[in-house]
């Protein structure tokens, strides 16, 4: 059972008028197959903007990679300064 668009009442499936308020359903199903593509359009538009959103997401996981990164160099330079004082002293 389809429902109007127009009036909201309920419609037969194969109907091409509402009984209730003589609204055109073949012209709503074309609208509908519209809406469709539209909608598709949407989708497409959403996965565009998700792959806008994942640089964003990379630079958090590049900002994480960095965040493990960090540690290692602190220990690296740390080393380096021992061996700076080490070689400094002989
Ligand atoms: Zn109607």
């Known amino acids: 059972m389809n429902y109007c668009p127009n009036c909201g009442g ?9 009984i209730l308020c003589g609204y055109d359903l073949v012209k709503t199903e074309i609208d509908n197959s519209k809406d469709e593509r539209i909608k598709e359009l949407e989708e497409k538009i959403a996965r565009l903007e998700k792959t806008k959103a994942n640089p964003s997401s990379q630079d958090g996981t590049q ?5 493990f990164i ?21």
């Open 10 to 18: 309920e419609v037969k499936d194969k109907s091409k008028y509402c």
């Open 70 to 90: 960090m540690p290692i160099f602190i220990v690296a330079f740390f080393f380096l300064f021992i061996f700076m004082i080490v070689f400094i002293t002989r």
């Open 63 to 67: 900002t994480n990679s960095w965040m």
